[in-house]
T-cell receptor, first 112, second 116 residues
Framework: AQSVTQLDSHVSVSEGTPVLLRCNYS??????LFWYVQHPNKGLQLLLK??????LVKGINGFEAEFKKSETSFHLTKPSAHMSDAAEYFC??????????FGDGTTLTVKP | DAGVIQSPRHEVTEMGQEVTLRCKPI?????LFWYRQTMMRGLELLIY????????DSGMPEDRFSAKMPNASFSTLKIQPSEPRDSAVYFC??????????????FGPGTRLTVL
């Protein structure tokens, strides 16, 4: 069995300040981990993925995430938030068998 | 590339009617996924196919739901009979060959279903 816990349902930051969206996972095997972003009334877009290569993964729009096996975490960060980053973010784990499990999502609000 | 194509984009129907949602994956992709998104339950994987074969349908809520993939370029999700609690946004996604479904999933724009 696998699961994903996004520790914050809402995160609010000011424009230009750092962003931290937290994700913990559990999996019986070495999982593939992803972060997706969903803007209002839109589909989901991949931000970045971890598939057992480098533990620090860089994605689009300045986002990055670090895989920490000992902490079973895959937190998403960005040094400086932009207004256009306001969206919902999903952490996803995919098992060896290809089954995907999404976290409940974190809504990021960026204040001017 | 046109990306994943879903139709219709919006569907409004009355309780008890049959609903069919359609998906065309990205050409060359061999894994296809159906998801449902609601405020209450978030994003749920309903079923996924690899090489047109259903691999895991444990997320399908009940027998009213069925999915088919008759060929590599087309899949349907059918609800019969539909109920108001089926109202949701249904997403289709596909991923490329050689990943066995573990690679990046490309999502379609979704079908917003409202059952009155």
């Amino acid at each position: 069995a696998q699961s994903v816990t996004q520790l914050d349902s809402h995160v609010s930051v000011s424009e230009g300040t750092p962003v931290l969206l937290r994700c913990n996972y559990s999996s019986s095997y070495s999982p593939s981990l992803f972060w997706y972003v969903q803007h209002p009334n839109k589909g989901l877009q991949l931000l970045l993925k971890y598939t057992s290569a480098a533990t620090l993964v860089k994605g689009i729009n300045g986002f990055e995430a670090e895989f920490k096996k000992s902490e079973t975490s895959f937190h998403l960060t960005k040094p400086s938030a932009h207004m256009s980053d306001a969206a919902e973010y999903f952490c996803v784990v995919i098992s060896n068998a290809g089954k995907s499990t999404f976290g409940d999502g974190t809504t990021l609000t960026v204040k001017p | 590339d046109a990306g994943v194509i879903q139709s219709p984009r919006h569907e409004v129907t009355e309780m008890g009617q049959e609903v069919t949602l359609r998906c065309k994956p990205i050409s060359g992709h061999n894994s296809l996924f159906w998801y449902r998104q609601t405020m209450m339950r978030g994003l749920e994987l309903l079923i996924y196919f690899n090489n047109n074969v259903p691999i895991d349908d444990s997320g399908m809520p009940e027998d009213r739901f069925s999915a088919k993939m008759p060929n590599a370029s087309f899949s349907t999700l059918k609800i019969q009979p539909s109920e108001p609690r089926d109202s949701a946004v249904y997403f289709c996604a596909s991923s490329g060959p050689g990943t066995s479904g573990r690679g990046e999933q490309f999502f379609g724009p979704g079908t917003r279903l409202t059952v009155l």
